[in-house]
Each structure stands twice: as structure tokens, then as C-alpha cells.
């Protein structure tokens, strides 16, 4: 029990005392939170994904977590949307719907979690989910942001192109691929530029909490949060089982479906005019 406090003085408490910080500056100072997603989009996430990619080892025997991860993300999207229609949510709401219901916060949150669980093979398992977590779910999620924003399809494939953290997390593929060392004046601007990424997604977080408001949209953002936390794992063990995963890589599988929504969500409502503030109060 000791134990636990300890966890929870010493761990949790400086992540809500960020939030706490970021809060008090959204209340008092007012900053333009979109100034913050368009950073982290456009340079932080990029170098983080990046660097979490090209310092990754791929393990051919855990192609099955990787299937899981995709198709978590695919199954989720698909059941964001048809609930969201059940719900009769409005185009920008339905966006940010699928996305909280979609991104998984599988990196800072799920990656540490199963370490502390299951020690380094659980960690291993964890950046494979992780590593194609990025790809699938930033693409899909870029998509939903611009949909929501009621942009055309034209508009919505220029900004999954545009956008540098799926080209960043394919470039460190090639370095994996390719097992070319990163130039070592690029690999510490790129350090910089990534120890930024999880400290401005809280940030983030914090200054949209200062402006959320769940009254009139209680039903949207507990089913939301609900899709996320309860029934995306029941899927992932659903699958987990269909492709013969036992042990450690089948609860990984699932514990990393049931992390809760990604920071990233609100960086994409925000930055492509989809509903940030749903998104922050499912988050």
C-alpha cells in the first residue's frame, strides 16, 4: 500500500500539477492555444516520432501485436462514426467523437505502464503497438479533424499529406531498414526538438481544460470515453485470441487498447477546426 502512494505522490502528481500550472496560465494569461497545436504538430511530434521509430527494435515474432494495433484503430474509427451517427452529433462533433474515441494515448501512458508490469519484453511489446499506432492513427486522425471542420475531401488529403508525422515516422523506418547511423548534429536537434513533444501536449491539455465545459454534451463525451476505456480492450482481446496471442503480448495488446484518449486528439480538433473542446473533455 506504502508502495502505491509512493507511485502516486511521486509519479502521478507532477503530470496533474503540470495540468494545474498550464490552467491557472490559460485562465490568467489567455494564450491562443491553436499557437501550441501547431507546434507540436508541425515540429515537436514529428521529432518525437522520428526518434521513437529510428531507435526502435522491430521483432518479426510480435507481427500479431502489430495487427492489433492496426486494426484497434480501424475498428474503433469505424464504431466512433456509426455511434456518433446513432447520436445524431453535428458534422464537427462527430470529428472530434471518432477521434477521442480512436487515438490511443499508447506512447507516454502505455509504454511505461507495461514496463512497470511486465518488465522489458512488455515495454518491447509496447513500442510495436505504439510504433504502428503512430502511422495508422495519425493518418486517420488528421482525416476525422478535417472532415469535421466540414472541409472538402480535396482540402482533407492535403492535410494527411501535409502533415510531417507520418512522413517523420516513415523516415525512421528507413533508418531502422536501411541501419544508417543519424548524422550527430541532426540526432541532437532532433533530441531537442522531441523532449518538447510530451511536456506540449500536456500543456495543450491544460490550456483547453481552462475552456472546457461538459454541461448540454454529458451523453456524447461518457460514451466517447466509455468506447475508449471499455470496449476498444474487449475488441483487442476479441482479436488478440483470433490470432492464437497468448501471455505477455495479449496483455499488452489489450492494455494498451485500454489506454485512455491521446493528447494528439485535441491537437488535431484544434489545429483542423474539428470540436477541441469535446475532445479535452473526453481526454
Known sequence: MAEIFDIL????????LVF???ILVGRTVNPDPRAVSSLLIYLFLPALAFRGMANVALDP???????????????MAMLGYAVARWLRLDARTTGAFVLSVM????????????????????????IVFWVVSVVVGNI??????????????????????????????LLGFFFIFSQWDVPLP???????????????????LGL?????????????????AGLRLLIAPLIAFGLSLALGM???TLNVAVLESAMPTAVVATAFALQFGSDSEFTTSVT
Do not use: W
Open 9 to 16: 505522490f511521486n509519479v502521478v502528481s507532477p503530470i496533474f
Open 20 to 22: 494545474g500550472f498550464a
Open 61 to 75: 515474432n510480435l507481427a500479431g501485436i502489430a495487427i492489433v494495433s492496426a486494426l484497434i484503430h480501424i475498428i
Open 103 to 126: 487515438l490511443i494515448n499508447a506512447a507516454n501512458y502505455g509504454i511505461p505502464f507495461n514496463q512497470f508490469a511486465f518488465g522489458l519484453e512488455g515495454e518491447q511489446n509496447a
Open 140 to 169: 486517420a486522425g488528421v482525416f476525422f479533424a478535417s472532415q469535421g471542420s466540414g472541409g472538402s475531401l480535396r482540402q482533407t488529403i492535403k492535410n494527411v499529406l501535409l502533415v510531417p508525422i507520418t512522413h517523420s515516422t
Open 186 to 204: 541532426l540526432e541532437r536537434s532532433i533530441d531537442i526538438l522531441a523532449n518538447a513533444g510530451i511536456p506540449g501536449m500536456m500543456t495543450l
Open 208 to 224: 483547453q481544460l481552462a475552456r472546457a465545459r461538459l454541461r448540454g454534451r454529458l451523453v456524447p463525451i461518457f460514451t466517447a
Open 246 to 248: 497468448e501471455g505477455i
